[in-house]
């Protein structure tokens, strides 16, 4: 199948060859150049080719043969056009598609005498043909327009193809670009979120800490003021059995002062009737039997002030009892009365208080003054803890003395607790 531009090549062949600038020869040769595989013969083939085909060569006379010098060989050119053999012409056949512009300037000539393929433009004998310009709608110039519009063509492509690249290159460096600074951004947010998550953490560690500081403060606090009521609770039943103590003591000495001023009287009393016995009886038996009466008295006397004191029960009774009956016989219950009276006052000049401690000095006291409020530490410095804050006029015992300015006090809260720390010394007013 021929393309419209081989179809049209024969067109021109076939017109050159009716026009008689080509032979019949060359006319076919470049047909058949042109048209290849599909090369067929003309329908309306000219009767002297099939003449001449038909018809045997013309015999020449022996003569002339024999006598006549050969004819000088035409010479003929191979001719490529674009590549592609179109045929052998003679060279004035040559010369006239040259000045018909049918051949141009890069066509490709060879000749036996060429030892290779030659531009046209280079053999001399044909470059004086080539005119200036291939003459408008020839083949020259058409393929002159066809080369360049083929160049022209091939310099779109190639431009376009530069500026693809370019644009693929600058796509993909727009690309690299976009992926770099989404990398980076990514890390950027990636560095923002660790940061806001070791944030996060660092705050739950320190809220975990402070809840548990918290809570352990809580507890220490539910601890001191249990420990307060705790101590406070047995404050009291110390101060309730001291004071169960003192009343009985304090019976028991009552008791103790009635017996002795009783037996006192009976000492005395026995002591003024034995002065009056040896004023009245003087060595008389009943002055002897009264001086005997009154040295077995002061006898049992000191017994009974020796068992009374020694908290012997039994013996001051039995001895109390041994004394009444003296004191019957020696002349009746007023000397012994007044024997025993003297007794017990000797034994109050030696009673102790019987719970050593139980009656202490007055507690000291101060007032918060000079300030609206004053801070309850837990140690003797501003480096401690506030435990708590004193409006002024608030009184607190003083427990002890100033240390580093600081004096150590303790304080009732309305809830019956006690609380217990160090406040400054220059805000407090001494209670007389």
Same mark, same amino acid.
């Given at each position: %199948?021929?393309?419209?531009?081989?179809?049209?090549?024969?067109?021109?062949?076939?017109?050159?060859?009716?026009?008689?600038?080509?032979?019949?020869?060359?006319?076919?040769?470049?047909?058949?150049?042109?048209?290849?595989?599909?090369?067929?013969?003309?329908?309306?083939?000219?009767?002297?080719?099939?003449?001449?085909?038909?018809?045997?060569?013309?015999?020449?006379? %022996?003569?002339?043969?024999?006598?006549?010098?050969?004819?000088?060989? /035409?010479?003929?050119?191979?001719?490529?056009?674009?590549?592609?053999?179109?045929?052998?012409?003679?060279?004035?056949?040559?010369?006239?598609?040259?000045?018909?512009?049918?051949?141009?300037?890069?066509? %490709?000539?060879?000749?036996?005498?060429?030892?290779?393929?030659?531009? /046209?433009?280079?053999?001399?004998?044909?470059?004086?043909?080539?005119?200036?310009?291939?003459?408008?709608?020839?083949?020259?110039?058409?393929?002159?327009?066809?080369?360049?519009?083929?160049?022209?063509?091939?310099?779109?492509?190639?431009?376009?193809?530069?500026?693809?690249?370019?644009?693929?290159?600058?796509?993909?460096?727009?690309?690299?670009?976009?992926?770099?600074?989404?990398?980076?951004?990514?890390?950027?947010?990636?560095?923002?979120?660790?940061?806001?998550? /070791?944030?996060?953490?660092?705050?739950?560690?320190?809220?975990?800490?402070?809840?548990?500081?918290?809570?352990?403060?809580?507890?220490?606090?539910?601890?001191?003021?249990?420990?307060?009521?705790?101590?406070?609770?047995?404050?009291?039943?110390?101060?309730?059995?001291?004071?169960?103590?003192?009343?009985?003591?304090?019976?028991?000495?009552?008791?103790?002062?009635?017996?002795?001023?009783?037996?006192?009287?009976?000492?005395?009393?026995?002591?003024?009737?034995?002065?009056?016995?040896?004023?009245?009886?003087?060595?008389?038996?009943?002055?002897? /039997?009264?001086?005997?009466?009154?040295?077995?008295?002061?006898?049992?006397?000191?017994?009974?002030?020796?068992?009374?004191?020694?908290?012997?029960?039994?013996?001051?009774?039995?001895?109390?009892?041994?004394?009444?009956?003296?004191?019957?016989?020696?002349?009746?219950?007023?000397?012994?009365?007044?024997?025993?009276?003297?007794?017990?006052?000797?034994?109050?000049?030696?009673?102790?208080?019987?719970?050593?401690?139980?009656?202490?000095?007055?507690?000291?006291?101060?007032?918060?003054?000079?300030?609206?409020?004053?801070?309850?530490?837990?140690?003797?410095?501003?480096?401690?803890?506030?435990?708590?804050?004193?409006?002024?006029?608030?009184?607190?015992?003083?427990?002890?003395?100033?240390?580093?300015?600081?004096?150590?006090?303790?304080?009732?809260?309305?809830?019956?607790?006690?609380?217990?720390?160090?406040?400054?010394?220059?805000?407090?007013?001494?209670?007389?």
């Amino acid at each position: %199948m021929l393309t419209k531009e081989q179809e049209q090549e024969v067109q021109n062949l076939k017109a050159q060859y009716e026009n008689g600038m080509l032979p019949y020869e060359n006319y076919i040769e470049m047909k058949r150049a042109v048209m290849g595989a599909d090369y067929k013969e003309d329908a309306d083939a000219p009767a002297e080719a099939a003449q001449s085909a038909a018809a045997p060569p013309p015999v020449l006379p %022996m003569m002339e043969t024999l006598g006549a010098a050969p004819a000088p060989a /035409a010479i003929k050119y191979n001719v490529r056009v674009d590549n592609k053999e179109i045929g052998v012409f003679d060279r004035e056949v040559l010369f006239k598609m040259i000045e018909d512009g049918d051949i141009d300037k890069d066509a %490709m000539v060879w000749q036996k005498n060429f030892d290779d393929w030659k531009t /046209a433009v280079d053999v001399p004998e044909l470059e004086d043909h080539f005119p200036a310009s291939p003459p408008p709608g020839s083949k020259a110039d058409k393929r002159r327009k066809a080369k360049e519009e083929a160049i022209r063509k091939e310099e779109e492509r190639v431009k376009a193809e530069e500026q693809r690249k370019i644009d693929e290159k600058r796509k993909a460096e727009e690309t690299k670009k976009r992926k770099e600074e989404e990398a980076a951004l990514a890390e950027q947010q990636r560095k923002l979120d660790e940061v806001r998550k /070791a944030e996060e953490r660092r705050r739950a560690e320190e809220q975990r800490k402070a809840d548990i500081q918290r809570r352990a403060d809580e507890a220490e606090i539910k601890r001191i003021e249990n420990q307060s009521r705790a101590d406070e609770a047995a404050r009291r039943r110390v101060q309730s059995e001291a004071n169960r103590q003192y009343a009985a003591a304090t019976a028991k000495t009552v008791i103790k002062t009635i017996f002795a001023v009783f037996f006192g009287l009976v000492f005395a009393l026995t002591a003024g009737s034995l002065i009056l016995s040896l004023v009245t009886y003087i060595l008389t038996p009943g002055l002897i /039997a009264m001086i005997i009466v009154f040295l077995v008295t002061a006898g049992l006397v000191f017994l009974f002030i020796f068992n009374l004191f020694k908290n012997r029960p039994i013996f001051t009774i039995i001895l109390f009892t041994i004394l009444v009956v003296v004191g019957v016989i020696n002349g009746g219950i007023v000397q012994n009365l007044y024997s025993h009276i003297f007794l017990r006052l000797g034994e109050l000049r030696n009673i102790e208080n019987p719970i050593p401690g139980l009656i202490s000095a007055p507690e000291k006291t101060g007032t918060v003054s000079g300030v609206s409020s004053l801070n309850l530490r837990d140690g003797p410095s501003t480096n401690h803890g506030i435990i708590k804050s004193l409006p002024e006029g608030t009184t607190v015992i003083i427990t002890g003395e100033p240390e580093n300015n600081f004096l150590p006090v303790k304080i009732k809260n309305a809830d019956g607790s006690v609380s217990e720390g160090y406040i400054g010394s220059r805000y407090i007013i001494i209670n007389e």
